[in-house]
DNA sequence: TCTCAAGAGTTACAGTCTATAACAGTTGCG
DNA sequence: CGCAACTGTTATAGACTGTAACTCTTGAGA
């Protein structure tokens, strides 16, 4: 379980059972949730018989993880493939929240697996803490194109010294603004404004809150949006 | 179980007995999550063997009802009693979101147990449902005072629709504005925004996405709600 | 081509937890 | 003061996680 060989047909089969095993973890998990998430029954479903799946996943924890992860580079995958209006930044913006809360509506179920923390005092491994920053790296260029309005002082200064403690997450986005410091943490403030107000609409409705409401979700989104995209003046 | 008294020294200890098994059941979700909670150990913990807890809850998901149930009303207290500043609907509304973040930070688990779903197609039962209306009942009148910006029209529209179809949500409505249908509408579209902008930054938080950006939940929700102050132009 | 170690799978089992059944002691209402 | 409701007990069924010990297969390398 160490260190397997990555080449050769042992290894491609190995790859192939692994996904069928996630495929029907995630059936599982679209019709009861986390807590229905259970190893025999995936097993069983597979033809093979309880413990054999301990060769693929060290423990049911570590499925949730690759689960997670996975679903983390599915969702930046989506918005990355947002389709680009090309009518200026403000579009854009729209276009890559509708790509992500269209990923998460489609699918409640991989979005509320990155929604909570499992366990109080979990912490990601930084391999995922990294596809989830791909998530947001689409917004970094539109941000860097405004410009923060003074409301939003206060953050753009926590992000500033972000930015200089934490070298990291300082290449992420200047890899993405190819202008000076002060775009850096301005496009760096919008973006992890983006991501809460994405998360707040997302996550109430992906969680079931909106019903009884009408179709609020789509509304509630843009709107949300477009109030940031005037904080940011974007064009 | 079905229907027992309400009074009498029998349904005292009965009341007691169960406050004892939420408190312990708090003490274990907050160190393990949903998934540490165990009928099991609660009941050796309260010096009671086993079955015996069912003649209080019964089931496990029964005492989390109870908990999430209770983790709104508490919630919403907390809200309730948030100090009015009294400099005007702004300062207001800043205090109310403090109060409410305050609330979540001081105990993670219990904002992590109302934050998300159980399992996909669970509908909460009405009694809590009025419960989470109750946390935002205070938001109703500090919109109730402002005009919202034009980029929330269709919001304000949806808005006008629900208050159509739902009469407990008009009632409830109305109850906090002593204004015209316009004012209704528009404090209700507020109130469902700053809801959203909320659950983005503190469920966030709370689930430790913000760790290694420095303390930033505070000042994030200010400045949030600081934009969605000025969308409602409040004074 | 042949060997053998690594890999894949099996059954058996220990341990935890939910939940029910059957039964016994206790208490407070009428 | 008696009985019905309430509280608690042990026994037990059943589901699930995870480990141990063992067997069979296979592919990489001499």
Redesign the pocket.
């Known amino acids: 379980?160490a260190e397997?060989?990555t080449?050769?047909?042992?290894?491609r089969?190995?790859e192939q059972?692994r996904a069928e095993i996630k495929d029907a973890a995630l059936r599982q998990l679209a019709e009861g949730g986390t807590a229905a998430?259970?190893?025999?029954?995936i097993?069983k479903e597979l033809?093979?018989?309880?413990?054999?799946l301990?060769?693929?996943f060290?423990?049911?924890?570590d499925l949730l993880g690759a689960l997670i992860s996975d679903a983390y580079e599915d969702a930046a995958a989506a918005v990355a493939a947002a389709p680009d209006p090309g009518t200026g930044p403000r579009a854009r913006l729209h276009a890559l929240a509708t790509a992500y809360r269209g990923w998460a509506v489609a699918q409640p179920h991989r979005y509320l697996l990155i929604q909570g923390t499992p366990t109080p005092g979990y912490t990601a491994p930084p391999e995922t803490l990294a596809s989830a920053r791909a998530v947001l790296t689409p917004f970094l260029p539109v941000f860097a194109t405004g410009t923060p309005a003074p409301a939003t002082a206060p953050v753009v200064a926590q992000m500033r010294a972000w930015l200089a403690a934490d070298a990291a997450v300082a290449a992420w986005v200047k890899a993405s603004t190819p202008d000076g410091p002060e775009a850096v943490a301005g496009a760096l403030t919008g973006t992890v404004l983006v991501w809460s107000t994405l998360h707040g609409t997302i996550g109430l409705e992906v969680s079931g809150h909106y019903t009884g409401m009408g179709h609020t979700g789509d509304t509630l989104l843009t709107t949300q949006i477009e109030l940031l995209a005037d904080a940011f003046a974007l064009g």
Not at 37 to 41: E, G, I, Q, S
């Open positions: 379980m397997a060989r080449t050769g047909p042992r290894a089969y190995r059972t998430l259970a190893l025999v029954k097993a033809g093979m018989s309880g413990p054999a301990y060769r693929y060290a423990s049911r924890d």
